[in-house]
C-alpha cells in the first residue's frame, strides 16, 4: 500500500469511497510478495499492482463488488491449468488476496493509518482478514507509542486479543516485518490450523531502507540510480568535495562531504539490518577507518571495490587493525557478481544482483541451470515454518 499512498491519501481527503486489494499470503511462485497492493476507487479508477496481470481483471472486479457491498472478502487464487480461460496463476503459485473497501470517516483506525503512511511516519496496520464473521475487516493502526481502533466491542472476543494483537504488530513494526500473526480469542498465539482463531495481516510502513554509496567515482553515479530503481534512498558520502556534489549526482537523495568513517559514526540511529553499504573509493585511507567500523554494524550488506589484489591487501590492513576472520567475512569483496561487466552501467547491475541474492537467498546461478525454488526466501520461510511446527 505504500507504493500507492499517495493516490490513496488523495482519494481518502476528497472523500471518496475506495476499495483495497492486498496480498496476504503467497506460496510457490506467486509473482507478488505480501503487501503488494491494487486499489480501485467508486469511479472505477485503479492503481497499483497484485499480481503483474495474472488476476488483476478478477481482482479489480471484486474491488468494484467491495465498494458497492461494502464487504471485506478474502479470495485465494491458485494455478489453473484444465480451463485455459480460467482465472488463475500461470506461475504455478498461490495467491491470497483480502479485498477490504474504506469510506473515509467510517473507520478511525483506517483513517489514522492512511494519514500515517501517507506522511510517512512509521505504522503497522493491523487487519482481521480470517475470523468471527464480526471481526473481519477490523483494523488496529499501531505506531511505536500509541494505536487507533478497538476489537473488544465485538462479539466474543475480550481486550486481551486487541492487547495482544498491538503487542505483536508493534514488534513486527520495529523489525519492519510484515506477514500474519494467528491468535485465540484469547490472545494467545495459534497456528493457522487450530479452530476458532483469528488471523491478522499485519503492514509494516516504514522509511525507505537506506543505500551508503562511499566514492564519488563514476561508477559510483551508476549504483546511485540502480539503487533508487530498487527502493532505497541513497546517500552519495566522499570527503572531496570537488567530486561529491548534486550536480554529479543528480538522482541521490543525499550528497554529503564528509570522511566516511566520520559520516557513518554520525548515521547509528538511522541504519538498521535493511541499510547496504556500497564502499567505492578502494583507497586505504578512506576504506580502512570506514571498514573498521562498518563490519562490526548490524547493516544488511556491505561491500567493497576493488581488484584482487587491492582485496588481499585491505584484508590484511583489516586484521592489523583488529578485526577478527569472522567480521572480516561479512565483507562482499571484490562486490557485485561475475557478469563480466566493463562498463559504470553494467558494473552497478552487477553489484545490485549481488544486493537482491544476498537478501533474498539466490545462488547467483541462471534460473535455467536448476529446478528448484525461484523464489528463496519464501521456500527458506516455509521450511521454517515447517521445522516449527515438527517442533
Not at 481527503?13 to 483495497?20: I, K, P
Not at 494455478?79 to 504455478?92: I, P
Not at 554529503?256 to 535493511?274: A, C, E, K, N, T
Not at 564502499?279 to 547493516?299: M, Q, S, W, Y
Amino acid at each position: 500500500m505504500q507504493d500507492i499512498a499517495e493516490q490513496l491519501q488523495a482519494w481518502h481527503a476528497s472523500g471518496r469511497t475506495f476499495a483495497v486489494a492486498t496480498v496476504v499470503g503467497v506460496s510457490g511462485s506467486a509473482p507478488r510478495d505480501p503487501g503488494a497492493a491494487l486499489a480501485v476507487d467508486a469511479d472505477g479508477e485503479a492503481v497499483g499492482s497484485v499480481s503483474g496481470g495474472c488476476v488483476e481483471g478478477a481482482v479489480y472486479e471484486l474491488c468494484q463488488e467491495a465498494v458497492t457491498s461494502g464487504r471485506p472478502v478474502l479470495e485465494r487464487f491458485g494455478y489453473s491449468d484444465e480451463d485455459a480461460f480460467a482465472v488463475g496463476l500461470t506461475c504455478g503459485g498461490v495467491l491470497d488476496v483480502f479485498v477490504q473497501p474504506i469510506t473515509p470517516g467510517a473507520d478511525a483506525a483506517l483513517d489514522a493509518g492512511i494519514t500515517y503512511i501517507a506522511s510517512g511516519t512509521p505504522v503497522a496496520l493491523a487487519r482481521v482478514i480470517e475470523g468471527p464473521a464480526a471481526l473481519v475487516g477490523a483494523t488496529v493502526t499501531v505506531t511505536a507509542d500509541s494505536h487507533h481502533g478497538a476489537l473488544s466491542p465485538a462479539p466474543t472476543t475480550t481486550g486481551a486479543l486487541e492487547r495482544a494483537a498491538v503487542a505483536e504488530a508493534r514488534a513486527m513494526l520495529d523489525a519492519g516485518r510484515t506477514g500474519k500473526v494467528v491468535l485465540g480469542l484469547d490472545g494467545r498465539p495459534c497456528d493457522e490450523e487450530e479452530l476458532g482463531t483469528v488471523t491478522f495481516f499485519v503492514e509494516s510502513y516504514v522509511p525507505a531502507p537506506r543505500m551508503l554509496v562511499f566514492g564519488a567515482i563514476d561508477f559510483a553515479a551508476a549504483v546511485v540510480r540502480i539503487g533508487k530503481f530498487l527502493g532505497y534512498h541513497v546517500t552519495v558520502c566522499d570527503a572531496r568535495p570537488v567530486f561529491a556534489t548534486a550536480r554529479r549526482f543528480p538522482d541521490a537523495d543525499e550528497v554529503v562531504v564528509d570522511w566516511p568513517h566520520r559520516y557513518l559514526d554520525s548515521q547509528l540511529d538511522r541504519i538498521d539490518g535493511r541499510t547496504v553499504l556500497c564502499v567505492l573509493t578502494h583507497d586505504a585511507k578512506f576504506d580502512i577507518p570506514l571498514l573498521e567500523r562498518a563490519l562490526r554494524l548490524p547493516v544488511g550488506f556491505v561491500g567493497a571495490m576493488g581488484s584482487r589484489r587491492t582485496h588481499r591487501d585491505r584484508n590484511a590492513r583489516l586484521r592489523e587493525v583488529g578485526l577478527t576472520d569472522a567480521e572480516i567475512a561479512r565483507l562482499r569483496s571484490p562486490i557485485g557478481l561475475d557478469l563480466g561487466a566493463r562498463t559504470p552501467e553494467e558494473t552497478a547491475v552487477s553489484v545490485a544482483a549481488e544486493i537482491v541474492a544476498h537478501r533474498r537467498g539466490g545462488s547467483c546461478l541462471p534460473l535455467s541451470a536448476g529446478d528448484g525454488p525461484i523464489h528463496h526466501d519464501l521456500a527458506r520461510a516455509q521450511e521454517e515454518k515447517a521445522r516449527s511446527h515438527a517442533a
